[in-house]
């Protein structure tokens, strides 16, 4: 299929991968990922213009359809996907960095392999671009097999920590709690579902949480900051059993007492990656209007303007939560 671009988010990866990276670009340990050449954007938006017999058939779509695409064109042939496990596909191609051009550009090529979803027409596109980081915040969620029973906080509230929160708050545990250092952004958590929100800049979160746990401490962490001090917070704010899960990519390594995971709390320490199986619900609650989509998406740029829209979400200070182009 071709579609023409309606929005595209821009990602902290994006940003990390535009100064430079290694995990993109490789470094003495590991072989570049990037290609060089390759168009960005991974979390867009459009309506389709011209189609194949394989996506009118096959895929049952039309020309005028609105999609949004996975931003990994899973191979269909490695030991992964072979066994479902499309998400974690070897060569691992994906829209804005391997294999395939993105979407900062008036129109994508939509390849046969790529997972394409129908969304509505009726919301505005920066939203449905969102798509893409709420499918993996939920996938976040989903790996924390949340009970109702469960204090569950949420570490982060930038666009994955949101989505995180939404997508907990809908599994409907007793307590959803959000940190950050931002009054603003945690403001946008509460509206996202966020039963009491922290700001960590100001108060001893894990003081807070033990203190709201009779001592014992937190069910459920899920770690949307990508900042190591918020591995250990994540630490040492669960009770014995409790469940991480990580969620972030981090621009440094990061030091914590590993003792606390076995000898102390016998931890379960889960990863996530992407949004697998989480597209139709991320879609759904999108659709829904029931998330502040105006709050979240915060800035919206026309293409001739990526740089600004790159830099703003480099900044930490610029008080943005999604940026959007939109083409
Ligand atoms: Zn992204
Ligand atoms: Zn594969």
Request: aromatic content about 8%; charged content about 20%; overall charge negative.
């Amino acid at each position: 299929m071709l579609i023409r671009v309606e929005a595209v988010g821009v990602c902290a990866s994006d940003v990390k991968c535009y100064h430079g990276a290694p995990k993109f670009w490789g470094d003495e340990n590991r072989p570049a990922w990037a290609q060089r050449g390759i168009i960005p954007g991974h979390e867009f938006v459009g309506t389709v213009v011209a189609a194949d017999q394989n996506a009118t058939v096959q895929r049952r779509m039309s020309i005028g359809d609105r999609i949004v695409c996975e931003q990994i064109v899973p191979c269909e042939e490695c030991r992964y996907c072979r066994r479902g496990q499309y998400w974690m596909c070897a060569p691992h191609e994906m829209f804005g960095f391997r294999g395939f051009n993105g979407a900062m550009a008036h129109y994508v090529l939509v390849p046969a392999r790529a997972r394409a979803h129908r969304v509505s027409a009726s919301i505005p596109p920066q939203h449905a671009a969102f798509a893409e980081p709420l499918s993996c915040a939920l996938h976040a969620v989903e790996r924390a097999n949340i009970q109702f029973d469960d204090v569950v906080v949420v570490a982060g509230c930038g666009p994955i920590g949101l989505g995180m929160i939404a997508g907990a708050r809908a599994k409907n545990p007793i307590k959803v709690i959000a940190l950050d250092m931002s009054d603003e952004k945690l403001a946008l958590a509460r509206r996202c579902g966020a039963d009491l929100i922290i700001n960590v800049g100001r108060d001893d979160a894990v003081k807070i949480v033990k203190d709201l746990t009779d001592g014992y401490g937190a069910d459920v962490y899920l770690e949307g900051t990508g900042h190591p001090a918020a591995v250990a917070q994540g630490l040492n704010l669960l009770r014995k059993l409790g469940t991480y899960v990580e969620y972030s990519v981090f621009g440094s390594e990061v030091s914590v007492d590993w003792s606390i995971i076995g000898d102390d709390k016998e931890l379960d320490i889960l990863g996530a990656h992407l949004g697998p199986h989480c597209w139709p619900a991320a879609i759904k609650m999108l659709e829904s209007g029931e998330l502040p989509m105006d709050g979240i998406c915060s800035h919206q740029f026309p293409l001739a303007e990526f740089q600004t829209a790159i830099d703003l979400v480099g900044n930490p200070s610029g008080g943005s939560v999604k940026v959007s182009i939109l083409p």
